[in-house]
């Protein structure tokens, strides 16, 4: 699947005999000049994703040598000052090559050097998300919460499945399980309670680079971190890293097969079912690894295949890459497919959390089953008592489709929102008659994300009129003003400049805000989710001893089971 140039902008245009001149699916894209492009398109996002998933070990690693006792704030905070101040200059470092490569041979270097830079900053903040879990889980070699809820049957599950056993519930996505069993059998000796901790930091840690790569077959680098990366960081979570990152990853996919089957009734054959099959071994693998969003986003994304469907252009064509994407998709994930057709009818959950019990047209904030101390929930708003957040999100709705009315991106996205609300209403309004939840307050993630999203493209689609604007005040201005600065001709500033300002900007923003979800799991007991690394701490080795910083030098079997009383 090559990476789409649908809504963005090249930070610097390059030569006509470059790949901007030779896209996918224009009428020279089979010469070797243009092959010769594709693979250097290629080869520049292989580099991007090598800097990306670098950048996002960088801060965990140099987060092991922190000498912190994690169950103290005082040492909480500093840890997670030291984390900000590595993340600051390893960031400021790359700001500073794209300012480099600006003034050095003429610029030349200056898309590779920003194309580095906004990989780096993507992986650098889900680095500071992970090194904090490990800031937080420093001298345990327990996983958050241990072998309680859901930590307690993912390892024990994962276990069964390594040795040939059925886990314990056959609707649970198998991916997570398999990828815990067996990393645990080559690096922890089977031990999967061990090998848990390790994937909760390193999932955190790979959440950025993932989420920055699949926004990177829509968007520039750039747009790709600030409109697609910036985000999903409301959602990033190092307990349960999976469910998240298919979310924030299944959004873009969906875009990009939506934008694909819009152009299939113009393209070759090969690339048509390649990339079909491509897109459906990739769903595939997101279905495997956490199946909730596909059910919230299947209405919003069928009616977007069919408003883009190829009808008068090459409806064969649009059916075969459906089909070679169905077919795909099933031998990936059929058999689990089926398990869920067969068995989803028949499980019910029956648990009543505290979002339950607030009002469902609030989705801004999940507060758990550990919400910890709430006064007045959801907040009191200031007009009819809805925050000026919801008021945003809902213009921002609006102004995105009328702004982006014919694009596939703003359309998909704003069906997957309505898609998720109708569901999420449908199920809650059955709530009382059938006495069931079946997870309707998940929905909250994918209408925060994609209306997050929206308020982003928003600006996005805004930026790219004002390029407009400028290239045509550039081409209509006299020969005679064509060497005058470009500030001077048309108002607005150099790309360059508006590069580096935008990249300082997302490095701080993003450096706060991984900061903030970072401190969400340092250790207390205050009623939050900060109580499962706590348990961590209170849980006896396997070699008979209380982990390094347990409270008071105790621990037991189970660890502390306050938790069960903080449970709403």
């Known amino acids: 699947m090559t990476v789409s140039t649908e809504g963005s902008a090249a930070v610097r245009p390059g030569p006509p005999s470059g790949p901007a ?8 894209s089979s010469d070797p000049a243009s092959r010769r492009a594709l693979r250097s398109r290629g080869g520049l996002l292989l580099l991007e994703a090598a ?3 670098a950048a996002a070990l960088v801060l965990p690693l140099l987060a092991r040598g922190l000498g912190l006792n994690p169950l103290n704030r005082i040492a909480q905070v500093s840890g997670l000052a030291a984390i900000q101040l590595r993340f600051a200059l390893i960031g400021l470092l790359f700001v500073a090559a794209v300012v480099l490569a600006m003034r050095l041979r003429g610029g030349r270097h200056f898309d590779l050097a920003t194309r580095l830079a906004a990989a780096a900053i993507a992986g650098l903040a889900s680095g500071f998300v992970a090194a904090g879990a490990v800031v937080a889980l420093l001298g345990t070699p327990w996983p958050m919460f241990g072998l309680n809820g859901d930590s307690g049957r993912i390892v024990e599950w994962a276990h069964a499945v390594a040795n040939g056993q059925p886990s314990g519930s056959p609707v649970y996505p198998p991916m997570p399980l398999y990828t815990l069993g067996y990393y645990a059998e080559w ?22 680079p993932l989420v920055y790569l699949a926004w990177r077959m829509l968007l520039s680098p750039v747009r790709a971190l600030a409109f697609g990366v910036v985000p999903a960081f409301a959602l990033i979570d190092s307990y349960k890293p999976y469910s998240q ?3 924030v990853l299944l959004v873009p996919v969906l875009v990009a097969m939506v934008l694909a089957l819009r152009r299939s009734g113009t393209e070759g054959w090969r690339p048509l079912l390649l990339k079909g099959a491509g897109f459906g071994v990739l769903l595939g693998v997101l279905f495997l690894t956490y199946s909730g969003w596909f059910l919230w986003s299947a209405a919003g994304v069928l009616f977007a295949a069919l408003l883009y469907f190829p009808w008068k252009t090459g409806p064969l064509k649009g059916a075969a890459f459906m089909g070679t994407t169905l077919a795909a998709f099933l031998v990936v994930a059929g058999r689990y497919l089926m398990v869920m057709l067969k068995e989803g009818q028949t499980t019910k959950d029956y648990n009543f959390r505290f979002d339950n019990f607030t009002d469902p047209a609030y989705y801004l904030m999940w507060r758990t089953d550990m919400p910890g101390k709430v006064g007045d929930w959801p907040p009191p708003g200031e007009f009819g008592g809805v925050g000026l957040f919801a008021l945003v ?16 991106l703003v359309v998909t996205i704003a ?3 309505i898609s998720a609300w109708v569901m999420r209403m449908y199920i809650a309004s059955h709530m009382y008659e059938t006495q069931t939840v079946q997870l309707y307050t998940r929905t909250n993630n994918q209408l925060l994300y994609c209306g997050l999203i929206l308020c982003a493209l ?11 604007r400028r290239t045509a005040s550039e081409a209509a201005a006299p020969a005679s003003e064509a060497s005058a600065p470009a500030t001077g001709r048309t108002g607005f500033p150099g790309r360059e400049g508006a590069v580096i300002g935008t990249l300082c900007a997302l490095l701080l923003l993003l450096g706060t805000v991984s900061s903030s979800m970072s401190d969400r799991y340092m250790p207390a007991q205050d009623g939050t989710y900060r109580i499962l690394p706590w348990v961590s701490h209170t849980i006896r080795q396997q070699d008979g001893k209380c982990p390094k910083f347990a409270p008071k030098g105790e ?3 189970d660890g502390d089971q306050s938790w069960l009383s903080y449970i709403r």
């Open 458 to 468: 928003v600006a996005h689609l805004v930026s790219l009129k004002l390029a407009e």
């Open 21 to 28: 001149a030779h896209a996918p699916g224009s009428s020279g």
């Open 187 to 208: 690096f922890h000796g089977g031990n999967t309670a061990y090998a848990f901790k390790d994937l909760q930091i390193l999932g955190a840690a790979a959440f950025g």
């Open 51 to 53: 800097v990306a998933f």
């Open 415 to 417: 069906a997957m929102f």
């Open 393 to 408: 999100t809902f213009l921002c709705l609006g102004a995105a489709i009328w702004l982006g009315l014919r694009k596939p």
């Open 555 to 557: 621990c037991s079997k």
């Open 245 to 247: 990152t298919v979310l």
